[in-house]
T-cell receptor, first 111, second 113 residues
Framework: EAGVVQSPRYKIIEKKQPVAFWCNPI?????LYWYRQNLGQGPELLIR????????DSQLPKDRFSAERLKGVDSTLKIQPAELGDSAVYLC?????????FGPGTRLTVL | QQQVKQSPQSLIVQKGGISIINCAYE??????FPWYQQFPGKGPALLIA?????SEKKEGRFTISFNKSAKQFSLHIMDSQPGDSATYFC????????????FGQGTRLTINP
């Protein structure tokens, strides 16, 4: 069984530029999560989807971050414009009824 | 407010020894406590998890001990191996499935050969 797939794995951009991350969850997993992991810290939830619906986006900085999960499968997380403080690893995870399974993440560097 | 506090921040153990990582939580509504293992450049991988209705759960060399009254839980790695060198995160949530996980700050474990 394939795990959670994320792309790109690495992204370097200049501040004020837009950036997007893509996630394909484990097949059949209806719940999808986006986390941000700062260096030396644990992951922090940005948004959680149940199928197509965002059911918890309280931690998502909505002035610059947006996310979508069309058709309840793949998801895209976007930042526009990026700031220096957005440099982090962005992790996608999925679950069905049990534990959450994480992808490898996208390491974002904002210069 | 840090809801899950993890210690130590880093730990060095000799091969064959026991590694112990501790976590404390504040929210008594938490009822699912997983541990994740993360290698450099990889996402966290679910290692073992426990619910508060049991005081201990063992899977191979990994054991979770849980103290509900103290609101603490710990991970024990028996016969630690160099391949166990990684960062370990405890976490907590209300419910096992589609719930918000709150993570600890992580422990960088190094097993010396």
């Amino acid at each position: 069984e394939a795990g959670v797939v994320q792309s790109p794995r690495y992204k370097i951009i200049e501040k004020k530029q837009p950036v997007a991350f893509w996630c394909n969850p484990i097949s059949g997993h209806n719940t999808l999560y986006w986390y941000r992991q700062n260096l030396g810290q644990g992951p922090e939830l940005l948004i959680r989807y149940e199928n197509e619906e965002a059911v918890d986006d309280s931690q998502l900085p909505k002035d610059r971050f947006s996310a979508e999960r069309l058709k309840g499968v793949d998801s895209t997380l976007k930042i526009q414009p990026a700031e220096l403080g957005d440099s982090a690893v962005y992790l996608c995870a999925s679950s069905l009824t049990g534990g959450q399974f994480f992808g490898p993440g996208t390491r974002l560097t904002v210069l | 407010q840090q809801q899950v506090k993890q210690s130590p921040q880093s730990l060095i153990v000799q091969k064959g020894g026991i590694s112990i990582i501790n976590c404390a939580y504040e929210n008594t509504a938490f009822d699912y406590f997983p541990w994740y293992q993360q290698f450099p450049g990889k996402g966290p991988a679910l290692l073992i998890a426990i619910r508060p209705d049991v005081s201990e759960k063992k899977e191979g060399r990994f054991t979770i001990s849980f103290n509900k009254s103290a609101k603490q839980f710990s991970l024990h790695i028996m016969d630690s191996q160099p391949g166990d060198s990684a960062t370990y995160f405890c976490a907590a949530s209300k419910g096992q499935g589609a719930q918000k996980l709150v993570f600890g700050q992580g422990t960088r474990l190094t097993i010396n050969p």
